[in-house]
């Protein structure tokens, strides 16, 4: 029986227009297929467009040309509303800036996604949040607030965020960049476990090839075309220079016109 895919990009591509007229391409014919319980990493170097491609993923945004579809309907098809809650309801997103509310404490962060869910879901919230911060080793840090957490204390509560909802599509953007290496190793293992348990399908976009080699399947982006690669890294991989991959893989940030995606609210 033949799986039908979690989601699907076919001939995506984005472009915008600069103030001067000119056309800037960002993506050009993207195929790429997310089927449940998958791992997939995205590799690039900054302005590849690796960044924009996510939001497409996640329906954060639309594409110029092509179509994207989420468990085989096309998403232009469907209203704002309702994209609205599917989004809520089936993506989860990481980022590397950890985006958490200041001055709201770890629990308020975490029960952020269910402010408008529905049901039991709605009512029971606070237990559901303090359950996945419990998952995360910050049962202790409920009532901290972010500029009271460390670094890799933040980045669990955006994970923790993310996946309140038991999500079916985790969409992570450079998740370690903020982190040091040894923190960032965990929280990548933090996202493997959750991800394998919920048989989630979890996307990596990511400069750090020892991060990528956690994936099954692993991407390249260049210049707007996406390219699939395969990554063997050896175990001492963080010496290795993967055999001239890293010459197409930068540290920086995406400085992409692209919007920045903000935490997503559900809409009722």
Do not use: C
Not at 198 to 209: E, G, K, M, P, R
């Amino acid at each position: 029986m033949e799986l039908v895919s979690l989601v699907r990009l076919e001939g995506v591509a984005k472009h915008v227009i600069l103030p001067d007229d000119t056309r800037l391409d960002i993506l050009r014919g993207i195929d790429l297929e997310i089927a449940a319980g998958d791992h997939v990493a995205i590799v690039g170097r900054s302005g590849s467009g690796k960044s924009t491609l996510l939001n497409l993923m996640g329906m954060l945004d639309a594409p110029s040309e092509g179509s994207v579809a989420f468990r085989g309907e096309p998403v232009r098809r469907m209203r704002k509303a309702r994209l609205d809650r599917l989004r809520g309801r089936n993506v989860g997103f990481v980022f590397q800036q950890f985006n958490l509310l200041a001055g709201r404490s770890a629990l308020e962060n975490v029960m952020m996604p269910l402010g408008y869910a529905r049901g039991r879901e709605f009512w029971t919230r606070r237990t559901a949040a303090t359950r996945m911060l419990e998952r995360v080793g910050l049962g202790h840090r409920i009532e901290s607030t972010p500029e009271q957490l460390s670094g890799g204390e933040q980045q669990r509560v955006a994970i923790a965020r993310a996946l309140v909802r038991r999500p079916a599509l985790i969409l992570a953007d450079e998740p370690t960049g903020a982190l040091d290496v040894e923190t960032g190793a965990s929280v990548m293992s933090l996202l493997d476990e959750i991800a394998s348990e919920a048989d989630a399908a979890l996307v990596t976009i990511t400069h750090d090839l020892n991060v990528a080699a956690r994936a099954r399947r692993h991407y390249r982006l260049d210049a707007g075309v996406l390219t699939a690669f395969a990554l063997d890294l050896p175990a001492n991989a963080a010496a290795a220079d993967a055999s001239g991959l890293a010459a197409s893989v930068d540290d920086g940030t995406d400085p992409e016109p692209a919007a920045e995606a903000e935490p997503v609210e559900v809409a009722s």
